[in-house]
């Protein structure tokens, strides 16, 4: 069974504390995403990765900085978490050729007090 | 740049009951992906139904199933026989077909809830 692995569920930071979100996935994907889904918003895409060391802006990169360093592990940063950062973060992976098919974690709540 | 409406913020119905849940696009693009995603509470979320552009036959997932008016830039979704596990956030969204990076433009969802 297909797998995309957030690190976290539920995390509460303070206002300029430095933010891990890690994501693993086990499909030997080549294209990683980081998306921020907020209420009325949809889905904005932050980052993504097509690659192990590549790495593009999505819509709002800013604030957010992302490393995937192995294949399988994309991580995103809040290097200052801010109050406005409060979110929820998914995570998802697809292969190359697989046409907008996208396989999710099931996503980490963050709040910033 | 393509933009995706879903202008029903929440529907609510009836279990065994039909709901159509709306999606309208705009785009120049003549090639492209059209999807649903279905996102349970508290769960991953996970693709539905997928309609190619060039494709006219509309896509169909057993209960599921789509309406695709290509000249009107609309592609609602269809669920039959509605069950309570049904009840979840629904987004459309859109890829170009021609995008080698698979960035899909996504709709800001649809809150659907079955009552027993």
């Known amino acids: 069974d297909v797998k995309v692995t957030q690190s976290s569920r539920y995390l509460v930071k303070r206002t300029g504390e430095k933010v891990f979100l890690e994501c693993v996935q086990d499909?030997?994907?080549?294209?990683m995403f980081w998306y921020r889904q907020d209420p009325g918003l949809g889905l904005r895409l932050i980052y993504f990765?097509?690659?192990?060391?590549?790495?593009e802006k999505g819509d709002i990169p800013e604030g957010y900085s992302v490393s995937r360093e192995k294949k399988e592990r994309f991580s995103l940063i809040l290097e200052s978490a801010s109050t406005n950062q409060t979110s929820m973060y998914l995570c998802?992976?697809?292969?190359?050729?697989?046409?907008?098919?996208?396989?999710f974690g099931e996503g980490s709540r963050l709040t910033v007090l | 740049a393509q933009t995706v409406t879903q202008s029903q913020p929440e529907m609510s119905v009836q279990e065994a009951e039909t709901v159509t849940l709306s999606c309208t696009y705009d785009?120049?693009?003549?090639?492209?992906?059209l999807f649903w995603y279905k996102q349970p509470p508290s769960r991953q979320m996970i693709l539905v139904i997928r309609?190619?552009?060039?494709k006219q036959q509309n896509a169909t997932e057993n209960r599921f199933s789509v309406n695709f008016q290509k000249a009107a830039k609309s592609f609602s979704l269809k669920i039959s026989d509605s069950q309570l596990g049904d009840t979840a956030m629904y987004f459309c969204?859109?890829?170009?077909?021609?995008?080698?990076?698979?960035?899909?433009?996504w709709g800001a969802g649809t809150k659907l809830i079955i009552k027993p």
């Open positions: 499909m030997d994907h080549e294209n």
């Open positions: 969204a859109f890829m170009k077909a021609m995008d080698s990076n698979y960035q899909l433009i």
């Open positions: 785009t120049s693009e003549n090639n492209y992906y």
């Open positions: 998802a992976s697809s292969r190359t050729g697989g046409f907008g098919e996208l396989f």
């Open positions: 990765s097509y690659d192990v060391k590549m790495k």
């Open positions: 309609q190619e552009a060039y």
